[in-house]
C-alpha cells in the first residue's frame, strides 16, 4: 500500500490510493504494539478510509490470536471505492475479525451505546472539524472500557490540537498518555 501500488476495492477492480490519507508506518507500528501489548477483545475505528490504520489493527488482532475490529465510515464506497473494505480479504484475516458499519460516527456511536458494546482501543480519525471531533471523542467516551484509550489522529491540524487541549483540561475521566509520535495523542480512561 505504501509503494502506491492500486488496491483491490468495489467490483474486483484495482483503484489508485491517496497519499495524503493514510497513517506513516510509524504510526501503524505504535498502533500494532499497543494493540499487541493491551491485547483489547474490541477496538473501534472512526473513519475507515483506504484502509492503511486498518492493516495494523487486523495484525495485532491476527497476532493476539483474539479481538475484533469494527470500522464506521458512510463514505466508504464514494470517496474510497471500498478499498478499505478488503483489508481483510488482502491481509488473508480469519473471518469475523473485520467489521464494518456504514453508519455515521454519531450514528454508529450512538448505537453501540444503546448496545452496551465496549472497545479497549478506539481510533478516531473521521471528520476533522473541531465539532465533529468532539462529538467522537464524547460519544467514543460511552463505549471506552474502563481503562481502554482513545486516539486522536491527525494532530498537525489545529481543529484536533483544540480537541486535544480542551479534553486535557476537561475531560477528568480520561488522562492524557505521551506517546512517540506527534500525529497521534492517546487518552485512557479511568475508569470513573
Same mark, same amino acid.
Given at each position: 500500500?505504501?509503494?502506491?501500488? %492500486?488496491?483491490?476495492?468495489?467490483?474486483?477492480?484495482?483503484?489508485?490510493?491517496?497519499?495524503?490519507?493514510?497513517? *506513516?508506518?510509524?504510526?501503524?507500528?505504535?498502533?500494532?504494539?499497543?494493540?499487541?501489548?493491551?491485547? %483489547?477483545?474490541?477496538?473501534?475505528? &472512526?473513519?475507515?478510509?483506504?484502509?492503511?490504520?486498518?492493516?495494523?489493527?487486523?495484525?495485532? &488482532?491476527?497476532?493476539?490470536?483474539?479481538?475484533?475490529?469494527?470500522?464506521?465510515?458512510?463514505?466508504?464506497?464514494?470517496?474510497?471505492?471500498?478499498?478499505?473494505?478488503?483489508?481483510?480479504?488482502?491481509?488473508?484475516?480469519? %473471518?469475523?475479525?473485520?467489521?464494518?458499519?456504514?453508519?455515521?460516527?454519531?450514528?454508529?456511536?450512538?448505537?453501540?451505546?444503546?448496545?452496551?458494546?465496549?472497545?479497549?482501543?478506539?481510533?478516531?480519525?473521521?471528520?476533522?472539524?473541531?465539532?465533529?471531533?468532539?462529538?467522537?471523542?464524547?460519544?467514543?467516551?460511552?463505549?471506552?472500557? %474502563?481503562?481502554?484509550? &482513545?486516539?486522536?489522529?491527525?494532530?498537525?491540524?489545529?481543529?484536533?490540537?483544540?480537541?486535544?487541549?480542551?479534553?486535557?483540561?476537561?475531560?477528568?475521566?480520561?488522562?492524557?498518555?505521551?506517546?512517540?509520535?506527534?500525529?497521534?495523542?492517546?487518552? *485512557?480512561?479511568?475508569?470513573?
Amino acid at each position: 500500500m505504501y509503494d502506491r501500488e %492500486p488496491q483491490l476495492g468495489a467490483g474486483g477492480r484495482y483503484y489508485s490510493t491517496d497519499a495524503d490519507t493514510r497513517i *506513516s508506518p510509524r504510526q501503524g507500528m505504535w498502533i500494532y504494539r499497543l494493540i499487541r501489548d493491551t491485547k %483489547p477483545e474490541n477496538t473501534l475505528e &472512526i473513519g475507515l478510509g483506504f484502509g492503511f490504520s486498518t492493516a495494523y489493527f487486523l495484525a495485532a &488482532i491476527q497476532s493476539n490470536g483474539k479481538g475484533s475490529h469494527l470500522a464506521l465510515d458512510p463514505y466508504q464506497d464514494r470517496d474510497w471505492n471500498g478499498v478499505g473494505l478488503t483489508r481483510e480479504k488482502v491481509l488473508n484475516i480469519k %473471518p469475523g475479525a473485520f467489521l464494518f458499519s456504514y453508519e455515521d460516527s454519531v450514528q454508529g456511536l450512538a448505537r453501540l451505546a444503546r448496545e452496551q458494546r465496549r472497545f479497549g482501543v478506539i481510533f478516531i480519525d473521521g471528520d476533522h472539524k473541531f465539532d465533529s471531533a468532539l462529538m467522537d471523542f464524547s460519544l467514543a467516551s460511552f463505549v471506552c472500557e %474502563p481503562g481502554g484509550h &482513545i486516539i486522536l489522529d491527525d494532530l498537525w491540524m489545529p481543529s484536533i490540537q483544540r480537541l486535544v487541549s480542551f479534553s486535557r483540561r476537561n475531560r477528568v475521566d480520561f488522562t492524557e498518555v505521551p506517546t512517540p509520535n506527534f500525529q497521534v495523542r492517546r487518552f *485512557s480512561q479511568n475508569g470513573y
